[in-house]
């Protein structure tokens, strides 16, 4: 056999140059290195778009453990009917059950609104709630209803002053009254800062702090 016929065999059989398997190896290397680029770019854009997507919910679960709000349909409703501000109501609640079904004080106040049977007996009676039980409390149509109801009244009778109003809520008629009546023997108004109990300073402070909370959180849920 002639060295010319055997040359193109030999050549085909011939390890690859040093140069040339350098170069097959940069390329391969180079095509990992690019799937691996597009591989973190696709998870980077992934995880982007997924922030994008999860966080109105996240800011909505976070809103929602630190100013819940629930029932707004009906807060809204008996907020329009009785002329008072849906937000108060919301605040209210909050301060007296955190939006927690079926709570019982210890003090027998009961619901969304801690009602006790004997106020709710009463509102009953002016509202022409004749057929109320007190196991409606329960239920946070009527619960919220006689709620509003109340704070409405306490409006009246206080000539619509807040803090006041929410004393009242928190200490009832008869104590507010007195400090009224003390503070008037004393050439003064009373104002939060007098209010004796500090439970119920502590109280008013943290409706009306709410108040404003639920205004600028929930104008559109409370119709504002």
Known sequence: MSSRS???????????????????????H??????????????ALLAV????????????AVREIA???????????????????P????????????FIDGRTSSAGAQGLMQLT?????????????????????GTPQVNIAYGTFYLRYLMRRYGDDTPLVLAAYNAGEGNVDRWIAKARAGGQALDIGAIPFGETRTYVKRVLDARKEYRATYRSELGL
Do not use: C
């Open 117 to 137: 049977p004997a106020t709710a007996q009463y509102i009953a009676n002016k509202s022409g709630g004749t057929a109320f039980r007190v196991a409606d409390l």
């Open 6 to 28: 055997a040359t193109p065999a030999a050549r085909r059989r011939s390890p690859a140059s040093p140069r040339r398997a350098s170069a097959v190896a940069l390329k391969r």
């Open 67 to 85: 100013l819940p709000l629930r029932h707004e349909d009906i807060i809204r409703q008996q907020a329009h009917d009785k002329g008072v501000d």
């Open 87 to 98: 937000a108060l109501v919301a605040a209210v609640i909050y301060a007296e059950s955190h």
């Open 30 to 43: 180079n095509r990992v290195r690019r799937r691996r680029v597009g591989a973190l770019l696709l998870v």
């Open 49 to 60: 778009g997924a922030a994008f997507v999860l966080r109105p919910l996240l800011h909505h």
